[in-house]
């Protein structure tokens, strides 16, 4: 054990001393992750690289929350990015990959909310879905009405599926796995969708592992169409296809508000105040991720973190709620601050 941790040491060490003789090759901010963080992240950098002579203007990448957190996991050393955008809370898997990999202190910044819309174009009349509505159009096996058996999804159209749903076809752009916004979303709606039926519901006591299965499976019979990464070509696959439904961030319904309409879930509308006082039932909070062993060898990242962290950013009149983010709770928001601010690093 402890040779290990010295070999650890050693290779940190090394790795960090590699960092510092090559900062000509990276003297700027490497970002990834999260296309839902990736606007925000990119207002905060645009400004600080604005208003902070003396640092560059950081690099930031869409690679997804998953995509993110396997190269940030990567190791320590310039060749490797400092902060990881996550739309949803890094696993303990992803953590436990960090670690044997060298990278041990993580700064957990949580940045503000989000919702999870589903949205058509502006062009299509609205459809006022529930959770179970969309568990039923998306799963892969559904009870089977009359006997409660699981069978393969029958249902094509809305209406096959709720009376009072338009009779148009069942077609979802959404993300992909690797996706943090996929994640969310099936924890958000499929787990709660499912619940809905008793002989579901039945099976979380009796078979947890069978009960994840059917509620979070989406049906793979060309009805959910992963559209990658990159949310704003949703958003004009939506405009230019009336039927088809999109699942993204918030941020994404807010700027393009003259093509797209995002639909009401359990009777809520997607909006910001619905999101803001938790009645919106797909919210979720944002997060950055920050490897501690680059601040004082990569220049700028406290000095970044603090931009990030500031009200001008997240506060109630920020610039990123301009863009969609909800902010934090005004105590909860100085906590995160402080804690950010302070390095304080998540514990295992």
């Not at 070999?7 to 960090?16: D, F, G, H, N, S």
């Not at 559209?227 to 941020?251: M, R, T, W, Y």
């Not at 910001?272 to 950055?288: H, T």
């Amino acid at each position: 054990m402890l040779k290990q941790k010295l070999t650890l040491a050693v290779t940190t060490a090394l790795a960090l001393t590699g960092a510092a003789y090559a900062q000509s090759a990276r003297d700027y901010i490497s970002i990834v992750g999260s296309s839902t963080v990736y606007p925000f992240t990119t207002a905060v950098a645009e400004q600080f690289g604005k208003s902070n002579s003396s640092f560059k203007t950081p690099k930031v990448e869409s690679t997804g929350t998953g995509g993110g957190f396997k190269l940030f996991c990567g190791g320590v050393g310039v060749q490797h990015p400092d902060v990881s955008n996550a739309s949803r809370k890094i696993k303990k898997s992803e953590i436990e990959s960090c670690a044997k990999n060298g990278v041990t202190d993580i700064v957990e910044i949580v940045i503000g909310f989000d919702g999870i819309v589903l949205a058509t174009s502006k062009k299509s009349k609205p459809m006022a879905l529930t959770l179970k509505d969309i568990w039923l159009a998306l799963a892969k096996e559904v009870p089977e009405p009359g006997t409660g058996k699981l069978v393969t999804n029958p249902f094509k159209t809305w209406q096959d599926i709720n009376p009072d749903l338009p009779a148009k076809k069942i077609e979802v752009l959404g993300p992909p796995p690797t996706s943090g916004t996929r994640d969310a979303f099936v924890e958000l709606v499929m787990d709660h969708g499912c619940k809905e039926f008793p002989a579901v519901k039945d099976l979380e006591k009796a078979d947890e592992k069978q009960f994840k299965k059917v509620c979070q499976t989406i049906r793979e019979d060309g009805v959910f169409i992963e559209a990658g990464e990159n949310d704003n070509l949703i958003v004009q696959k939506l405009a230019a296809n009336p039927n088809a439904l999109g699942i993204f961030g918030f941020s994404f319904l807010e700027e393009n508000l003259d093509k797209i309409q995002g639909e009401t879930i359990n009777g809520v509308v997607p909006n910001f105040e619905n999101i803001a006082d938790g009645k919106y039932p797909v919210s979720r909070p944002l997060f950055i991720y920050v490897k501690k062993a680059h601040i004082g060898v990569i220049p700028g990242i406290k000095e970044f973190i603090a931009e990030f962290t500031s009200e001008k950013a997240v506060g109630d009149d920020g610039y990123l709620s301009k863009k969609g983010l909800i902010p934090l709770p005004a105590a909860k928001r100085k906590q995160a601050a402080a804690d950010a601010n302070s390095l304080k690093t998540m514990t295992p």
